[in-house]
């Protein structure tokens, strides 16, 4: 399904002028409020909900591109506003760059799944550089909607990987050494850190279990009463030697991966079955491009 063929052309703004988010929203929205009529509540009423929603998820509107959106009692089914500013604005302060097409998406509390599946696709989209400049030189709705048809912007008949994952993170090379990983474990306060060959292939995690299992000796493991041990006494030599530690005997060779089109409801059923809390997702050739873990699914599916 073509993302155009769910814009109303009623719905598609060209010329915003306002110069604050609240009367862009508010101008969107009391068009919306028009069109729709009883399947709309009062403007000002979501326009408060959508503001809570971006404070809560904190996320910088970025490439001249906006997606304000949330699920709300006030509305029925779900529902689309384009706005197009020309000179572009800054909705929010911590914002990488001013806005020139604002998307707005509205959702009953009922609708979950296409609502998902249009954020990713029209957020794909617009990743790539100049579309929002693109858009912003349209002057109508008919232009409008022929570039997205012109585009294959195309939204997914279900939520796969691909819709969900997060960003390449930060790899290290099997080469390095332990220190820096756990200076990268601890600055940037994440449980994984995928481990890549000099063609970029993934080839393992390091994460903090595989670090613990690698400082203790396996006899410690197999003890049941290790009281009478000096608590500190198996991180000791680990830790004074961090720096000349190769990390390769701490690497996990066989993390969990997926690909683009694994299906959501399989990575779910994996994560509470197997208690997995990251997937790397890989293409054929096994080069990362992305990442799933618990973060991702409140994140991009809970409070997407």
């Known amino acids: 399904m073509n993302f155009a063929d769910l814009l109303n052309p009623k719905l598609i703004l060209c010329d915003l002028k306002s110069d604050n988010r609240h009367d862009i929203?508010?101008?969107?929205?009391?068009?919306?409020?028009?069109?729709?009529?009883?399947?709309?509540?009062?403007?000002?009423?979501?326009?408060?909900?959508i503001s809570r929603h971006e404070e809560l998820i904190e996320m910088p509107y970025m490439a001249g591109f906006a997606i304000p959106h949330t699920r709300s009692v006030a509305v029925q089914d779900l529902h689309l506003v384009m706005g197009i500013h020309k000179a572009g604005v800054q909705l929010q302060e911590h914002d990488e760059t001013p806005s020139k097409i604002i998307l707005m998406f509205l959702v009953?509390?009922?609708?979950?799944?296409?609502?998902?599946?249009?954020?990713?696709?029209?957020?794909?989209?617009?990743?790539?550089?100049g579309m929002s400049d693109k858009l912003a030189c349209c002057v109508?709705?008919?232009?409008?909607?022929?570039?997205?048809?012109?585009?294959?912007?195309?939204?997914?008949?279900?939520?796969?990987?691909?819709?969900?994952?997060?960003?390449?993170?930060?790899?290290?090379?099997e080469t390095g050494m332990l220190g820096a990983a756990i200076d990268s474990l601890a600055q940037t306060k994440r449980l994984h850190i995928p481990i890549v060959n000099n063609k970029d292939q993934l080839i393992g995690d390091l994460n903090i279990d595989s670090i613990l299992k690698g400082s203790i000796p396996d006899y410690i493991l197999m003890m049941d009463h290790v009281a009478?041990?000096?608590?500190?006494?198996?991180?000791?030599?680990?830790?004074?030697?961090?720096?000349?530690?190769?990390?390769?005997?701490?690497?996990?060779?066989?993390?969990?991966?997926?690909?683009?089109?694994?299906?959501?409801?399989?990575?779910?059923?994996?994560?509470?079955?197997e208690q997995i809390n990251c997937f790397y997702v890989v293409d054929q050739e096994n080069r990362l491009l992305g990442?799933?873990?618990?973060?991702?699914?409140?994140?991009?599916?809970?409070r997407s």
């Not at 969900?164 to 930060?170: K, S, T």
């Open 25 to 49: 929203y508010l101008e969107m929205l009391t068009a919306l409020k028009h069109v729709e009529q009883q399947r709309i509540g009062e403007p000002q009423e979501i326009f408060d909900e």
């Open 228 to 273: 009478f041990l000096p608590e500190f006494e198996p991180f000791d030599k680990l830790l004074k030697n961090e720096d000349k530690t190769p990390i390769e005997n701490f690497i996990n060779r066989d993390p969990h991966t997926c690909s683009l089109s694994t299906p959501l409801m399989e990575i779910i059923l994996k994560v509470l079955k």
């Open 108 to 129: 009953s509390k009922e609708t979950s799944q296409i609502y998902l599946l249009m954020l990713r696709a029209i957020s794909r989209y617009f990743s790539s550089p």
């Open 140 to 173: 109508t709705p008919k232009q409008v909607i022929e570039i997205f048809h012109r585009d294959q912007v195309e939204v997914n008949h279900s939520i796969k990987a691909e819709d969900i994952m997060g960003p390449i993170p930060d790899s290290l090379p």
């Open 291 to 302: 990442t799933i873990t618990k973060h991702e699914l409140i994140q991009n599916l809970l």
